[in-house]
């Protein structure tokens, strides 16, 4: 059983550069989260996609940010303009409908010079 | 503002001793709620759920939590803890919003257990 994966493992860029992230879900997981945790805070919640639709963003995410789930599988989440305060872990997680329990993956370090 | 609460950010015990971990939210209507665990170096693992029914819930490794809706509160105990139980953890809260879910999380508490 292959849990959550994320690609890469730590990323470290430049102000002003953009980047991307991946999150594969486990298989037959139908719903995926993306969060973003800094030091010393629990996870907060980006955004949510029910097999390829996005149903929600949050507040949290500015127009910088885009995340897509093509063929409701695999999703990406781009960073545009990197800024420094966009440094944290970001979290993907993925769910079924059925159980509703979010199983999360190792997260992708940012760090942006 | 809606949020969840974990009362202690640092809490310091030694082998054998008893834990609690509080946790409060601020959130009416129905919920499910969830302790999450993050070892060292090690990404977020579910620990326990409660979604219904008996409010005292059992998880992995000898943990478990007691939902009181009256307090708004979902604390998570064990009653004999182990150097290997040093840890982030996370409690969260799941809403009901518009057909769809979203965890929020407490700030977590940071647990050393020493031999």
């Known amino acids: 059983d292959t849990g959550v994966s994320q690609d890469p493992r730590h990323k470290i860029t430049k102000r002003g550069q953009n980047v991307t992230f991946r999150c594969d879900p486990i298989?037959?997981?139908?719903?995926l989260y993306w969060y973003r945790q800094t030091l010393g805070q629990g996870p907060e919640f980006l955004t949510y996609?029910?097999?390829?639709?996005?149903?929600?963003k949050s507040r949290l995410l500015s127009d910088r940010f885009s995340a897509e789930r093509p063929k409701g599988s695999f999703s990406t989440l781009e960073i545009q303009r990197t800024e420094q305060g966009d440094s944290a872990m970001y979290l993907c997680?993925?769910?079924?409908?059925?159980?509703?329990?979010?199983?999360f993956g190792p997260g992708t370090r940012l760090t942006v010079l | 503002a809606q949020s969840v609460s974990q009362h202690n950010h640092h809490v310091i015990l030694s082998e054998a001793a008893s834990l609690e971990l509080g946790c409060n939210y601020s959130?009416?209507?129905?919920?499910?709620l969830f302790w999450y665990v993050q070892y060292p170096g090690q990404h977020l693992q579910l620990l326990l759920k409660?979604?219904?029914?008996?409010?005292l819930v059992k998880g992995i490794k000898g943990f478990e939590a007691e939902f009181i809706k009256s307090k708004f509160s979902f604390n998570l105990r064990k009653p004999s803890v182990q150097w290997s139980d040093t840890a982030e953890y996370f409690c969260?809260?799941?809403?009901?919003?518009?057909?769809?879910?979203?965890?929020?999380f407490g700030a977590g508490t940071r647990l050393a257990v020493h031999p």
């Open positions: 298989s037959e997981h139908n719903r």
């Open positions: 997680a993925s769910s079924s409908s059925v159980t509703d329990t979010q199983y």
């Open positions: 959130y009416g209507g129905t919920v499910n």
């Open positions: 996609f029910q097999n390829e639709a996005q149903l929600e």
């Open positions: 969260a809260v799941m809403r009901f919003s518009g057909g769809y879910n979203k965890l929020i």
């Open positions: 409660y979604f219904s029914g008996d409010p």
